[in-house]
């Protein structure tokens, strides 16, 4: 069987590292004095597995919600004797100064620091202490770390005040102590975002050997100090830099650039008019270029072949083809072509093996995976292209999309804008059309980021997304893994007062799916997260407002299915005047039948439970059960449900029954009459795991009127779904019990007759499937 899409399994490597992280005191830790976390005396660890360790820890903190973070994780990578670190990522908020500091003795060669905006410029001081190792250097959106924090002094100190490292870097004092004097052997640099106050040229000057610089973002006052990489620098980063003819003019002439990206976020804020000539200039002096991105930029004039002259037949990557008059000149097509947000992207015949853009998929889908780590803004626009392609055409790159959305959100958990666009694409992209595709790993991923947008943002776009996105699964089978997470997320959604009304709607839709067919321990456990009084919080508010829409039929649903065989939750049924309700909404919506069918259903569920039946016991309680026998409203669905009630309490003997009205008997004639009105052959509305609540009517003599409502269900539901039930009732050990009623005086003769044909149906079902065992069984002996 060929493998879907995402089907992949993890490495060991990677398995054991997650196991590890998440069980450390057992694997590679003790715990000290203070919850301290120690490295075992015994652990020496090669840089191959401490990179790993310290690189997963970081996705996890920020993906897995079931994740503790440990206070002291970096200090277990204080000592470079036990263990090695070379190539470190860390990114968000999460990152603090004394972080940095406990690896301040390791060799990095690879730093890249994203996001941060929780260091000051004491981690700067830290820096200094990589700088003779130190061959990659990212400072990414760390928008905080060229301040002082408090007005500490730049210090590197082994102890550090707590209190410090509890708030985020507030702008203050520019540190002007820190440049890169003694970095020789650093030759890649990111300095995107770099705060305006700072002298970039200053701070780069002792630099000579850089061959790869990003200055995102930031504010040029000059351009010449560039050239003294001319000679050097293989890829120059000039995104969202305001572009003059001396900056390019500067540009051409570094002449060894491979990769150039003069982009910008949106053509709208463009000031510089990208003209035919300058295009020519970079692709003429800029020779060794494979990569380069002008995305953002608006052509000045005429830059491509009018469409009746471009060349015909299928498009083509070939400079001398191509519909762009100045990449014409190139030697070879480019490998990477960044055109998202320009006119250019549209023309037939563009000379680069992957282009941005959002003429088609391929292009959408490249800007996802070109600008999703450092340009969330255009990733964004992008994702929301996608999510276009998906709705209205197709996707063809299904695994390569999911991946890249996925990807996105983790990335960006806590970008809002991400967030929303990116749940309304996975609702496309996991829908009918698509599922057939997908591995359980893949939408095992994207119900992980589903679920984390659902806990990190409590704003009604991104929830909405989410839930409808989670409704495209089976359910309960595929949230199962996540089981008791999900359904903490879907009952915090439906405790506010008023919550948005299709947001409701679907949480509680879901709500009730997952408590749907899942074993007891779930419901249970479930049920004591509030699930009971969750429901009936959003019965009462309905009631308030007196309309019976879908979420009050799914409430009551739900606490059908949550109530199945778990009496601690009937209990709390009951303990949340629950029972209240019940008569209120049978008396505010007398002809809503679906509502009846699921109280009625629930209600059951409740007289199960043989300690709760006294509460049932009333004059109020059992005229509303008795009234509800002659109920039509369903089908025999409100009567059948109101009928088993009834036949658990008159299970309890005549010595329970205390009050004068209504008289046992006069109730369980009426009972009798409701059994003899009921179609046998009713096709029903209804779904059974166990017969045990029903089995455990039929051989006693104190009801017969509860024997007989028991028959009478089995023989309905062996005659009509025989393929279903039939096999239960066996199981259950159904047939014997319906032998021992034909055995019992008390038994009335048409409970008789319906307990020997139900008997004899399950006996031959029995013969038949032990004939075909016995057949198969032969002939695969031979």
Avoid at 158 to 178: G, K, N, Y
Avoid at 384 to 398: G, W
Avoid at 696 to 710: D, E, F, K, N, T
Wanted: aromatic content about 8%.
């Amino acid at each position: 069987m060929a493998a879907k899409a995402g089907d992949n399994p993890d490495s060991l490597m990677t398995l054991a590292t997650v196991f590890c992280l998440r069980n450390l005191r057992k694997t590679m830790c003790y715990q000290e004095f203070r919850n301290k976390l120690c490295l075992r005396s015994d652990i020496f660890l090669p840089s191959e597995i401490c990179d790993k360790l310290v690189n997963t820890y970081m996705e996890l903190v920020h993906t897995d919600s079931n994740f503790e973070p440990e206070e002291s994780f970096f200090q277990l990578f204080s000592d470079p004797r036990s263990t090695r670190l070379t190539r470190v990522q860390l990114r968000e908020d999460f990152v603090r100064d004394r972080d940095l500091e406990a690896i301040k003795k390791q060799d990095l060669i690879e730093l890249h620091l994203t996001y941060c905006n929780s260091l000051s410029s004491r981690s700067l001081k830290t820096l200094t202490c990589f700088r003779e190792t130190l061959v990659s250097l990212c400072l990414f959106g760390c928008s905080h770390i060229f301040y002082k924090k408090g007005g500490a002094p730049l210090a590197c100190n082994e102890d550090t005040e707590d209190e410090e490292e509890e708030s985020p870097a507030s702008r203050q004092a520019l540190e002007t102590d820190f440049n890169f004097q003694g970095f020789n052997r650093l030759r890649l640099l990111n300095l995107g975002g770099l705060p305006d106050e700072v002298d970039v040229e200053t701070l780069l000057k002792p630099l000579k050997s850089l061959t790869s610089l990003d200055l995102s973002n930031v504010q040029l006052l000059g351009t010449a100090f560039l050239t003294q990489w001319k000679d050097r620098l293989a890829s120059l980063v000039l995104y969202n830099v305001d572009l003059t003819e001396e900056l390019v003019n500067t540009v051409v002439e570094i002449v060894n650039l491979r990769h150039l990206d003069i982009s910008r976020e949106s053509r709208r804020t463009a000031k510089f008019k990208m003209t035919r000539k300058i295009l020519t200039a970079i692709v003429q002096r800029l020779v060794n270029l494979v990569s380069l991105d002008i995305s953002g930029h608006i052509m000045l004039d005429n830059g491509t072949v009018p469409h009746f002259e471009e060349a015909m037949g299928r498009p083509s990557i070939e400079p001398c083809k191509s519909s762009i008059f100045p990449f014409q000149e190139l030697k070879r097509p480019l490998q990477f072509l960044g055109l998202y947000d320009t006119t250019l992207c549209n023309v037939t015949h563009i000379p680069a093996y992957k282009v941005t853009g959002s003429k088609n998929e391929d292009q959408v889908l490249n800007a996802i995976e070109a600008y999703t780590e450092f340009r969330p803004e255009l990733a964004h626009r992008a994702i929301n292209q996608l999510f276009d392609i998906a709705r209205i055409q197709h996707c063809s790159q299904l695994l390569r999309a999911l991946q890249l959305v996925i990807a996105a959100l983790k990335c960006h958990k806590y970008d809002k804008s991400i967030q929303v666009t990116g749940s309304a694409a996975l609702f496309y992209l996991t829908n009918t059309e698509y599922r057939s595709d997908q591995s359980v790993r893949l939408r095992r991923e994207v119900i992980q980021v589903v679920l984390n947008g659902m806990e990190q943002y409590q704003e009604v776009t991104v929830q909405r997304n989410c839930c409808l996105t989670l409704c495209n699964f089976s359910i309960p089978e595929e949230l199962e893994f996540q089981y008791s997470r999900v359904n903490q997320l879907l009952l915090k959604i439906l405790e506010p007062a008023r919550q948005d009304e299709s947001i409701q709607r679907i949480a509680v839709h879901l709500c009730n799916a997952l408590v749907c067919q899942v074993d007891n321990h779930h419901k249970e456990a479930v049920g004591k997260m509030g699930f009971v009084k969750t429901m009936l919080n959003l019965i009462q508010k309905k009631l308030q407002d007196r309309m019976c829409d879908q979420v009050m039929e799914f409430s009551w649903s739900a606490l059908w299915n949550i109530t199945d065989e778990t009496p601690d939750n009937c209990q709390m049924f009951l303990n949340c005047r629950g029972m209240s309700l019940f008569l209120d909404c049978l008396q505010e919506f007398p002809d809503k039948q679906e509502l009846h069918r699921n109280m009625l259903g629930l209600l059951g569920n409740v007289a199960e439970v043989k300690a709760l039946r006294p509460q049932l016991l009333t004059p109020q309680f059992i005229t509303v059960f008795s009234n509800l026998l002659d109920s039509k409203a369903d089908g025999i669905e409100v009567s059948y449900n109101a009928c088993g009630v009834l036949s658990h309490i008159m299970f309890d003997g005549p010595e329970v029954w205390s009050m004068e009205v209504p008289l046992r008997d006069t109730v369980m004639d009426k009972m009798w009459n409701a059994i003899q009105s009921w179609d046998v052959s009713s096709r029903r509305n209804i779904n059974y795991r166990s017969f045990e609540p029903i089995l455990r009517l039929l051989p006693q003599s104190i009801s017969p009127v509860s024997q007989h409502w028991a028959t009478w269900a089995l023989y309905n539901l062996v005659s009509v779904y025989p393929s279903k039930y039939c096999p239960l009732l066996i199981k259950e050990g159904g047939v014997s019990l319906l032998e021992k009623v034909l055995e019992l005086e008390s038994s009335q003769p048409e409970t008789k007759d319906m307990a020997r044909i139900t008997s004899c149906s399950g006996l031959k079902r029995m013969k038949r499937m032990t004939s075909l065992w016995l057949n198969n069984f032969v002939a695969n002996s031979r």
